[in-house]
């Protein structure tokens, strides 16, 4: 059995469009610049959580994603998207909300998430990229 322990990587729940009215000063990399185009924070988001998650506020698909990365250690950053917010993602093909990305990697959806950890291989990527220690 190994031993696996979770980096400091918290759970967030942050809607987006909320955002985009508030600058924030903060050092956090959830904060906002008013002059950043909302392809450029989505980006900056993926490079910056090695684990992330883009839903709409009420899926319940999410909730099984979280559940399913929480029982092997990681707790993803969650960002609650609009609609037309969910769009602009830079998604895989098959990818629709929730989608996750892993070490800025469009992993996909909920299907594609568990295909991985069944196969074997989403932990050793969750290490890779450090949100995960063996």
Do not use: Y
């Amino acid at each position: 059995m190994q031993d696996l322990r979770c980096c400091s990587n918290d759970v967030v729940h942050f809607h987006l469009s909320a955002a985009m009215t508030n600058s924030s000063s903060s050092s956090s990399s959830l904060s906002m610049e008013l002059d950043e185009s909302f392809e450029t924070r989505i980006q900056r988001l993926i490079s910056e959580h090695p684990v992330i998650i883009f839903t709409r506020s009420s899926c319940c698909m999410c909730h099984v994603m979280k559940k399913l990365l929480a029982t092997i250690g990681v707790h993803p950053t969650v960002i609650e998207l609009d609609d037309h917010e969910i769009n602009a993602l830079p998604l895989s093909d098959n990818a629709r909300a929730p989608t996750a990305f892993i070490g800025g990697t469009c992993i996909g959806g909920l299907e594609s998430l568990v295909a991985l950890h069944v196969s074997g291989h989403l932990i050793p990527k969750l290490v890779e990229v450090g949100a995960l220690w063996v």
